[in-house]
């Protein structure tokens, strides 16, 4: 399995980003898939994640300001960024959830200016 994520980039504080993730090899809608992210000098964790069937969830410090969603058909994940903080700079991956996961792609590098 491919993950491709894309759309990082710098972004001033309040900003917004939307980040894409191309899943090949598999079919993103029989797994929980999440978006994670890594900060400098930090371990990666869990953003949100979109289950199966549709459920999404959020870490405490991204609710109400991140989205999750998925397009079937394209097998696709998305991350909607919006009120973007300093605190969430870092390399953004997305990945199932299975156990163990997927070989993690490079991500995706959000930067954001305050």
């Known amino acids: 399995v491919q993950l491709q994520a894309s759309g990082g980039g710098l972004v001033q504080a309040g900003g917004s980003l939307r980040l894409s993730c191309g899943v090949s090899?598999?079919?993103?809608?029989?797994?929980?898939m999440g978006w994670y992210r890594q900060a400098p000098g930090k371990q990666r964790e869990l953003v949100t994640d979109?289950?199966?069937?549709?459920?999404?969830n959020y870490a405490d410090s991204v609710k109400g300001r991140f989205s999750i969603s998925r397009d079937i058909a394209k097998n696709t994940v998305y991350l909607q960024m919006n009120s973007l903080r300093p605190k969430d700079t870092g390399v953004y991956y997305c990945?199932?959830?299975?156990?163990?996961?997927?070989?993690w792609g490079p991500g995706t590098e959000v930067t954001v200016s305050s």
């Open positions: 990945n199932s959830m299975r156990s163990p996961p997927w070989s």
């Open positions: 979109i289950t199966s069937g549709g459920t999404t």
């Open positions: 090899g598999s079919i993103i809608k029989i797994w929980t």
